[in-house]
């Protein structure tokens, strides 16, 4: 059973950072795909960054603000999050894959609140 587990969530104000992170139980050597999603109050979950084996991919909406990234060592991946913004207030969810595209394991979500 692959097990991730996101950290990093809490409140933040609108302007400022945070860094999520996700760790998984197994090398991440195998898993091809790593991603964030999104899923705002009342809407949709939403792909916010995904790193597969060659650049990573941004939802418009954080192109320039948010960085995904992955340690091998660690065996986890970050989102690192400046200049927030109200909307990217919701619940933050790790996702991986065996395969680029894919979507095979999920974790428990972390939520990130903006306040002014």
């Known amino acids: 059973q692959v097990r991730l587990v996101e950290s990093g969530g809490g409140q933040v104000q609108a302007g400022g950072s945070l860094r999520l992170s996700c760790a998984a139980s197994?090398?991440?050597?195998?898993?091809?795909?790593m991603g964030w999603y999104r899923q705002a109050p009342g809407k949709q979950r939403e792909s916010i960054a995904v790193l597969n084996s060659g650049s990573p991919n941004y939802v418009d909406s954080v192109k320039g603000r948010f960085t995904i990234s992955k340690d091998y060592k660690q065996n986890s991946v970050y989102l690192q999050m400046n200049n927030v913004k109200f909307e990217d207030a919701g619940v933050y969810y790790c996702?991986?894959?065996?395969?680029?595209?894919?979507?095979?394991?999920w974790g428990q979500g972390t939520q990130v609140t903006v306040s002014s």
């Open positions: 996702a991986a894959g065996r395969r680029a595209g894919t979507w095979d394991y």
């Open positions: 197994i090398s991440i050597f195998s898993l091809d795909a």
